[in-house]
């Protein structure tokens, strides 16, 4: 079915408004050897029934989404809170278009505004915008406005960057413009990020925690960008911007992440949600949507969609993006978790992630075998060297439900015995403790 | 209607007036009525070289952002540095207090070469039939 | 007199708090143990509001949206129709929902198995060979699908020749940018008095620099392009790629195939076709979908069936221009569009265009009788009109878009495409019954009766909506982006 509503009575009075006999002559202008005979041969159609039943099956072959999950790698299991779902689901939020008709998408548009908002505080920055794709999106953009900003090409990927978000980076830019400075210990070393940045840098990009988990210097990063002339970039969990000093104050010039973590379910990796701040100087080259503050006729406070002028539908060539539908639904999502958190929610939860990884971790290297691959200070996920390949730990976690990290050995070969554990505060102690049993297992089938 | 006669103009709507041998160059207010509120301009730096014709700088109103086009070449003296605050006076006073760039023309012919405000009144009747 | 209407930030304060999480279950140390030389931030200046007052706050911010349940959007290319439920709930089943990204194949193939089904539903409407998932949206999908074509030209030692792109004057802005973007140049062409390709135009500016040429079908004033299989050919035969706008793709479904046009790869919005919400500026999804020699650039991974039943993430894609997103794309968001895809079936393809095409050549003769119409033939899924009949009364097309929000009634696309004079683009979708179209069309022309009897009042619209025509130009002179803290 279709969705339609049309009695045949309605159709023949549209047919004669219209002037025509039949359907077939609207298609005047179509080559009649295009046209199909027959409709494409695709399955259906199905009932909400038997949607449920085909669906329902194959949600249920999703046996990872019943394990309890210490998998991180920038997508992870955070606590949502029941309200978040009933305020974004409803429809008025749901099916509302972009806010170009700001008198009636002032529900939108204020949620955008706050969004905005708490980004702009989490970060440090002045400002931040409406929302991108995702945070390896978002880091791109962050590079090609630091490109345009500073006339250079080069980009400086500092140490251990997500391999995703350097893959989407080598995609978007040519493979000679992307320079990635290997990481010493886990970290990246602000001395080799000097050498690096030379003179024609246009950008150097941290991430903050970085991919192993661990904590970078930003100061240090800050000075060897600026030292030369180049943005710094920082790409950073907004988690533990609730906990950590902001970049932003620190010296960053734009500070974007992936916000997932904020409200938004795992969904086999989307939709996400990218954010993107930055300091006031690069207001007018910003990506993206931005909502501002301002009044009606009769003096109401109102929002309203702004700097259009930047974007593709006015801009075109010279947009400073080509973005248009972005993650919207997201970031209201993110919004009213951040709103129901709270100022003492966001450090507890932040608070949680410290505490619970580090008792998982020592709980780790009090097992045979196991031991942390590097000593740098980590946020809420770390890496453990295992005394087997990490592939078979991860299979070992199917007889206890869990899922106990990611194999890094997928990202590279000589990773492999390596396994990247994130514990959020969803982890309970007995659940570590079956996580640590799942270690033990795995190491003592050496 | 009539356009001032003070200053000579181009087809794309700039003027340009010609005193002690500095020109100061602006937009039309047939220009800010079509842009609407101007929320931004953005110009070359001082000591800056433009050619007559090509463009140097955007306007930008709300909903809409136009190239600007030096009337003629020569090396940027001064910007109007109230624009930056009050964007709102190019709409204001366009021939006057919204000036935009002080010039310090190369080739002092070329402004006798720019339409006449007889001349740019009938461009203007043309563009609007 | 009602509460007003205040920000988070400026509700609540210190002692409210939202809902609260349990205690630290786990043996504690101190953070300066564990985190030795972080430093920590002194402050978070966040809103400290109790979870009813939240819950208050975004409920009643929620009702000053107009949106597709309550009522009609008319908007010209962006097919807003009717957005299932069925296609929310299934997307919220925690198998779908919990799955991680990087669990591995044998623990997810329930989301491979969507992954597929995506991929094949798509190619087989469109009539493509391949299709990948990773775009998130219309314009990322572009962006996606010029990169693909730069490969192709590459791999055949054309790739630093051919460096131009040429789009009509009609063209949605995502394209340019996207050419930008990709670091090509946008040449422009200007459309036909039909408002469809010159095809001389074409001609001139088709050389051995093309690497594409980008077409919207139907074209953004509605109209299919009659000659568009010339158009590919031309293309074709200077060397160049033709990449097609999925934009309009409601008006084709299930009767025309864009692969049979001769289009090498194209995006698909699947929040304009395919039903999912818009969700009040996204997320979307914009896959796209290639022909045969297209495929080996695809981004890795995609989603395979084995021989066994089986299904994996093939990633030895040596070819592949490399990912455009963190991992598969907005996932849960095709999952939408493949219950929609499933629920509508073939018969359901063909009714969708059928009805679409319907509704808008019945709309616009209703609207033809009040208001200037440029383009008189026949038109797909959506029409253009001009407004420029009611500047005599001092009417822009502005006006009547802010008096329509006074009826209930969103206004349609305005100004755009930039080829029409004061224009609105009208594309009232399948969804819409005879009764709603009714209603419209009834609206408009009163509206237009209005303008000559009383422009101030539709200068002064909206007059019932929450707040009335804001000041957009104080909004971009001084921005203020962010709250002030009180």
């Known amino acids: 079915m279709s969705f339609v509503g049309l009695t045949r009575d309605e159709e023949q009075r549209m047919l004669v408004e219209i002037g025509v006999g039949r359907f077939e002559e609207l298609l005047a202008a179509v080559p009649k050897d295009v046209l199909l005979e027959h409709p494409p041969l695709i399955p259906g159609p199905l009932s909400e029934i038997e949607l449920r039943r085909l669906l329902g099956n194959w949600s249920r072959e999703n046996h990872a989404a019943e394990m309890v999950s210490f998998q991180g790698g920038g997508v992870y299991d955070h606590w949502i809170p029941a309200a978040v779902d009933t305020l974004a689901n409803r429809s008025e939020f749901v099916t509302a278009y972009t806010p170009y008709q700001p008198e009636v998408a002032q529900g939108t548009l204020t949620a955008i505004f706050e969004f905005q908002s708490m980004m702009a505080e989490l970060t440090g920055c002045d400002v931040a915008n409406a929302s991108m794709y995702d945070g390896a999106t978002a880091t791109v953009e962050a590079a090609l406005l630091a490109r345009r900003q500073t006339g250079r090409k080069r980009v400086v990927v500092a140490g251990m960057v997500h391999p995703h978000t350097v893959a989407v980076l080598r995609t978007y830019l040519d493979a000679a413009e992307v320079t990635v400075v290997k990481d010493a210990a886990g970290l990246a070393a602000a001395a080799g990020v000097q050498a690096a940045v030379g003179s024609d840098a246009a950008c150097v990009v941290y991430q903050q925690p970085n991919f192993f988990g661990l904590l970078e210097d930003s100061v240090a990063l800050h000075a060897a960008a600026h030292g030369a002339g180049a943005l710094a970039i920082a790409v950073c969990d907004p988690i533990a911007l609730a906990l950590l000093e902001p970049p932003g104050r620190?010296?960053?010039?734009?500070?974007?992440?992936?916000?997932?973590?904020?409200?938004?379910p795992m969904s086999f990796g989307g939709p996400l949600l990218g954010y993107f701040a930055a300091k006031q100087s690069l207001l007018r080259g910003l990506p993206g949507r931005l909502v501002a503050e301002t009044v009606d006729r009769q003096g109401r406070r109102g929002f309203v969609l702004t700097l259009q002028t930047r974007e593709q539908h006015i801009r075109r060539e010279k947009a400073t993006s080509n973005i248009c539908t972005n993650q919207g639904l997201m970031?209201?999502?993110?919004?009213?978790?951040?709103?129901?958190?709270g100022r003492l929610g966001m450090r507890e939860v932040a608070e949680l992630c410290v505490q619970k990884s580090h008792h998982a971790a020592r709980l780790a290297t009090g097992i045979p075998g196991y031991a942390l691959a590097f000593e740098a200070p980590f946020f809420r996920e770390f890496v453990l060297r295992c005394p087997v390949e990490a592939r078979r730990v991860v299979e070992a976690g199917v007889e206890f439900g869990v899922s106990p990290g990611i194999n890094l050995g997928r990202f590279r070969p000589e990773w492999q015995d390596l396994l990247l554990v994130a514990v959020t505060e969803l982890r309970e102690a007995q659940e570590i403790d079956r996580w640590a049993e799942t270690l033990r297992k795995a190491g003592a089938a050496r | 209607m009539g356009y001032p006669d003070d200053v000579r103009y181009t087809a794309e709507h700039e003027w340009a007036r010609l005193e002690k041998g500095?020109?100061?160059?602006?937009?039309?207010?047939?220009?800010?009525?079509?842009?609407?509120?101007?929320?931004?301009?953005?110009?070359?730096?001082?000591?800056?070289?433009?050619?007559?014709?090509?463009?140097?700088?955007?306007?930008?109103?709300?909903?809409?952002?136009?190239?600007?086009?030096?009337?003629?070449?020569?090396?940027?003296?001064?910007?109007?540095g109230a624009l930056a605050d009050n964007p709102a006076l190019v709409n204001q006073d366009p021939f006057g207090e919204g000036w935009i760039l002080r010039i310090r023309p190369s080739d002092p012919a070329e402004h006798a070469k720019l339409m006449s405000n007889v001349d740019y009144e009938k461009h203007v009747e043309e563009q609007h039939a | 007199m009602n509460m007003p209407r205040r920000l988070l930030i400026e509700q609540g304060g210190a002692g409210h708090r939202g809902p609260a999480l349990p205690a630290c279950d786990v043996p504690q140390r101190p953070l300066a143990e564990l985190l030795p030389g972080v430093a920590l931030r002194a402050e978070l200046v966040f809103p400290q509001v109790s979870e009813p007052e939240v819950v208050r706050h975004f409920t009643e911010l929620s009702t000053l949206n107009h949106h597709v349940d309550r009522g009609f959007y008319p908007l010209g290319s962006c097919t807003m129709k009717y957005n299932p439920k069925i296609d929310e709930e299934l997307a919220g089943l925690a198998g779908f929902a919990k799955a991680h990204p990087l669990a591995g194949d044998d623990a997810t193939q329930g989301a491979l198995r969507v992954m597929a089904?995506?991929?094949?539903?798509?190619?087989?409407?469109?009539?493509?060979?391949?299709?990948?998932?990773?775009?998130?949206?219309?314009?990322?999908?572009?962006?996606?699908?010029?990169?693909?074509?730069?490969?192709?030209?590459?791999?055949r030692g054309e790739g630093e020749k051919r460096r131009r792109v040429i789009v009509p004057d009609s063209a949605?802005?995502?394209?340019?940018?996207?050419?930008?973007?990709?670091?090509?140049?946008?040449v422009v062409i200007p459309s036909g008095p039909d408002a469809t390709v010159d095809l001389e135009a074409l001609a001139k500016a088709l050389d051995d620099r093309t690497a594409a040429v980008m077409l919207t079908v139907p074209n953004t004033v509605g109209l299919f392009e009659p000659r568009v299989r010339e158009v590919t050919r031309l293309a074709h035969q200077a060397g160049a790629q033709c990449y097609m706008d999925g934009a309009n793709l409601n008006a084709l479904v299930g009767?025309?195939?864009?692969?049979?046009?001769?289009?090498?790869?194209?995006?698909?919005?699947?929040?304009?076709?395919?039903?999912?919400?818009?969700?009040?500026?996204?997320?979307?999804?914009?896959?796209?979908?290639v022909a045969k020699h297209l495929e080996p650039f695809l981004p890795a991974p995609i989603a395979v069936l084995q021989q066994d039943g089986r299904l994996r993430l093939d990633w030895e894609r040596p070819q592949s221009i490399g990912r455009v997103h963190s991992f598969n794309g907005n996932f849960g968001i095709l999952l939408r569009a493949l219950a929609y895809m499933l629920t509508l079936g073939p018969e359901g393809l063909a009714e969708v265009s059928r009805v679409a095409i319907l509704n808008a050549n019945y709309l616009m003769r209703r609207l033809a009788k009040t208001y200037d119409l440029p383009n008189p033939q026949h038109c797909m899924h959506e029409f253009v009109l001009s407004g420029r009949g009611l500047k005599k009364y001092g009417v822009k097309t502005l006006d009547v878009a802010k008096r329509l929000l006074d009826f209930g009634v969103h206004a349609p696309t305005v100004y755009f495409p930039l080829i029409v004079e004061e224009a609105l683009m009208i594309e009232p979708t399948e969804t819409e019954t005879f009764d709603r179209l009714d209603h419209f069309a009834s609206v408009m022309e009163r509206i237009a009766a209005e303008a000559a009897e009383d422009a101030e009042l539709l200068h002064q619209a909206p007059h019932t909506t929450p707040v009335g025509r804001l000041d957009e130009a104080r909004a971009s002179r001084e921005p203020r982006l962010r709250w002030s803290v009180p």
């Open chain 1, 250 to 264: 620190t010296g960053a010039d734009l500070v974007v992440g992936e916000a997932q973590c904020l409200g938004n």
């Open chain 1, 331 to 341: 970031a209201l999502r993110a919004t009213i978790h951040m709103g129901l958190l």
């Open chain 2, 22 to 80: 500095i020109v100061t160059i602006g937009v039309t207010s047939y220009a800010t009525e079509q842009l609407g509120d101007v929320v931004f301009v953005e110009l070359p730096e001082t000591g800056a070289r433009l050619e007559a014709l090509k463009a140097f700088g955007v306007i930008e109103a709300v909903k809409t952002v136009s190239d600007l086009f030096a009337p003629v070449s020569g090396e940027v003296l001064e910007r109007n």
């Open chain 3, 117 to 155: 089904a995506v991929q094949r539903l798509l190619a087989d409407i469109t009539g493509f060979a391949a299709v990948t998932t990773q775009p998130a949206a219309g314009a990322h999908g572009e962006l996606t699908g010029l990169l693909l074509i730069r490969a192709y030209h590459r791999a």
């Open chain 3, 172 to 186: 949605h802005g995502t394209n340019p940018a996207s050419v930008s973007l990709v670091g090509y140049e946008t």
């Open chain 3, 255 to 289: 009767r025309v195939r864009p692969g049979d046009l001769g289009f090498d790869v194209m995006h698909i919005n699947v929040h304009k076709t395919f039903s999912t919400p818009h969700g009040g500026g996204g997320p979307g999804g914009g896959p796209v979908a």
